[in-house]
């Protein structure tokens, strides 16, 4: 990927004079893993001059590592800019992080796209020196998965019991992909409100993965993310027993390959009447 600006926790480099650049006689830039390695569980009976496949893994996430300088495109694009001890101490704060993973992009000037990629980084800094000057940092990059992922993407729906809508799964890797929230709104009572995807019965074959909340109430607002289950006040559900009344199958999107019919997911509300909003990032194949 070619890029001469980035994004990092929602602040342009641009915006404070950062530019990705590259030092001579500094040639770590660009080096990282493209986030390809993939380890095979088999094993091979005494018999047989081949191994049996089990399942897979991965077992790197992606890295890569990238230099940025100041400089000031209206007065000397070829000027080094010496950091100053403000400067160094900003960039520490703005980029080595502490409370977690942060969001990662990078733009180029002319092209269009890969804006569009989001990685979960953590970063960490190694000074460039030049004549004994701090004059810019190389910036090596771990993500918190194989891949990278797209924009935010929000889906929301009006649905009646029984009622369908798709959505489609763009992701670039097969598999499942839960939202990141699900917010249901309901819109009648229920005492077994269902939400099931037609690929979920493909994807999990042995299991009946259905989502069910049990003794919704007209009005009552749910919140499903990060694996946590939340319900507004004044309605049946306390925070307590929300728990006893989910079954803990969280709504998911699957996509099995390429082929469009396996991308499409179906989902069936039964039950009782809601709104849904669904968000959540689908998965980008793509080296930062």
């Known amino acids: 990927m070619y890029a001469d600006v980035f994004e990092f926790n929602g602040i342009k480099s641009s915006d404070l004079g950062y ?3 590259g030092f001579d006689g500094f040639s770590n830039d660009g ?3 493209a986030g390809n390695e ?10 047989s001059y081949s191994w049996n496949f089990h399942g897979s893994k991965y077992e790197n996430p992606l890295t890569a590592s990238f230099q940025i300088g100041k400089f000031d495109c209206g007065i000397d694009k070829d000027k080094n800019y010496e950091l100053s001890q403000q400067d160094c101490a900003f960039l520490l704060r703005w980029l080595v992080r502490t409370d977690g993973y942060k969001f990662l992009r990078f733009f180029q000037g002319g092209y269009e796209g890969c ?9 960490k800094l190694q000074w460039i020196r030049v004549e004994g000057a701090i004059v810019g ?3 090596d990059v771990t993500c918190d998965a194989p891949f990278g992922y797209s924009d935010v993407q929000i889906y929301e729906v009006s649905c009646s019991n029984g009622s369908s809508f798709a959505i489609y799964n763009d992701s670039d890797t097969a598999g499942a992909l839960y939202f990141d929230e699900t917010d249901i709104l309901m819109t009648s009572d229920a005492q077994n409100l269902q939400i099931k995807n037609n690929l979920d019965a493909l994807y999990s074959p042995t299991i009946q993965y259905v989502t069910q909340l049990k003794n919704c109430k007209n009005g009552e607002h749910i919140t499903i993310a990060n694996h946590m289950i939340e319900t507004s006040k004044n309605t049946g559900h306390t925070r307590e027993n929300i728990n006893n009344d989910f079954n803990f199958k969280y709504p998911r999107l699957i996509n099995f390959s390429d082929i469009n019919e396996t991308r499409k997911n179906i989902f069936t509300v039964a039950g009782g009447s809601c709104r849904l909003s669904f968000s959540y990032r689908t998965i980008r194949s793509v080296l930062p």
């Open 31 to 33: 080096v990282g893993t």
């Open 38 to 47: 993939v380890t095979f569980s088999t094993s091979k009976p005494s018999n």
């Open 19 to 21: 530019y990705i650049v």
């Open 115 to 123: 804006e569009n990629t989001f990685f979960r980084v953590q970063n």
């Open 137 to 139: 940092a190389q910036i």
